[in-house]
């Protein structure tokens, strides 16, 4: 399917002639913590017609004053709701092709057979395809949470570059994915490179883009680790830094450790440019109050850049030990100040969702 650029013109063009892009008002699932502020934040869009940045309880609620057939759609071609009876127009065929490349690490066993493979977000007028939550194996096409969070932050230092003036932006998307934080970024002059280790993430991201026209958006299989060629004046990710051993489990798209994260940052660094930002997402454990992965990114940065870590989430695992999400942000090289925000909204706590997929 991701290699069919025409088919998903066709898709894409279907789904604009139905209204679709009006479904980027509305959340995706519940998220695994909720707070007030998060839920008035998307209220707020939702009313004013603009993306939802959040993932949010109850979409439901949404959906109560949602035109009956565009919703109709959503839960079908985005939340992946199985359904027999539904005559399928030939335009979303594409989204339910089973036929993938035998080197593919899919598991399609839990999937229904009216549930499309693989599904299609609308975020800032743009689409983005991923897996059906359903489907598990190595190369899960991921997008949550995560993903809507930093499609807000990239988007913000882009506007910060581009205000500046002066050459074209050079944007690097790590460990890219299905490419959804580049794809959310408005127009600019430039280019767009992404990397990740997963092909199927990889194809999808270059169909989905060249499908909508973004000619200027290029995408590659490749270990972030063994080097980025060329100098990046944005850069944006997330990462995998969360150690299997805090949860129990592997996450596909976010199982890693301290050491790749050290990696990673050096790798940044020296792909950054001296005006350039970074905006990424990391896990980390919290041992008796010690934020383990802030050390390494102070000890790894120094004093070459500034930054600012902002805790998003915070869990508790067991007596001593928590799980945190954070946002880290490098400065341009001109500002060496550091700065660590703590949270300020730890939110109400709710069941995992099978929409982060487990091994």
Not at 105 to 120: C, G
Not at 167 to 177: H, I, K, P, T, Y
Request: charged residues 25%; hydrophobic residues 40%; proline residues 5%.
């Amino acid at each position: 399917m991701p290699y069919r650029i025409e088919d998903l013109k066709s898709l894409f063009a279907f789904l604009d002639r139905e209204g679709f892009r009006a479904s980027q008002r509305l959340p995706l699932v519940a998220s695994r913590q909720w707070w007030l502020s998060g839920e008035i934040e998307s209220l707020r869009r939702f009313g004013q017609g603009r993306p939802n940045l959040h993932e949010v309880a109850v979409p439901a609620w949404y959906w109560a004053v949602h035109h009956k057939h565009n919703r109709f759609l959503f839960e079908r071609l985005t939340l992946g709701r199985a359904d027999e009876s539904w005559n399928r127009p030939e335009a979303v065929e594409i989204l339910f092709d089973r036929a993938i490349p035998s080197d593919w690490k899919l598991d399609l066993s839990s999937i229904e057979r009216a549930s499309p493979l693989w599904t299609v977000v609308a975020r800032f007028d743009r689409y983005i395809l991923r897996s059906h939550p359903a489907v598990g194996g190595e190369h899960f096409v991921y997008f949550g949470d995560d993903t809507l969070f930093l499609m807000e932050q990239s988007r913000r230092l882009l506007a910060e570059l581009v205000q500046e003036g002066g050459e074209s932006v050079r944007c690097l998307d790590l460990c890219c994915g299905g490419g959804g934080v580049g794809l959310s970024l408005p127009p600019f002059e430039g280019n767009l490179q992404g990397l990740d280790l997963n092909p199927a993430a990889v194809a999808l991201a270059h169909s989905a883009a060249r499908a909508q026209g973004l000619s200027h958006y290029h995408y590659e299989c490749t270990d972030i680790l063994q080097g980025i060629k060329g100098e990046y004046d944005l850069i944006f990710g997330n990462p995998p830094t969360l150690d299997p051993k805090l949860t129990g489990q592997d996450v596909f798209y976010a199982t890693g450790s301290l050491d790749v994260l050290n990696s990673i940052l050096e790798t940044c660094l020296a792909a950054l440019s001296p005006r350039g930002r970074a905006a990424m997402t990391v896990f980390s454990a919290v041992r008796d109050g010690r934020d383990e992965t802030l050390e390494v990114i102070k000890e790894v940065i120094g004093e070459r850049r500034g930054l600012t870590y902002t805790v998003r989430r915070e869990f508790a695992l067991r007596e001593g030990l928590k799980l945190r999400h954070a946002l880290l942000i490098l400065k341009p090289s001109r500002n060496r100040s550091q700065e660590v925000v703590a949270l300020s909204k730890p939110g109400w706590r709710l069941p995992g969702l099978n929409w982060r997929r487990p091994r």
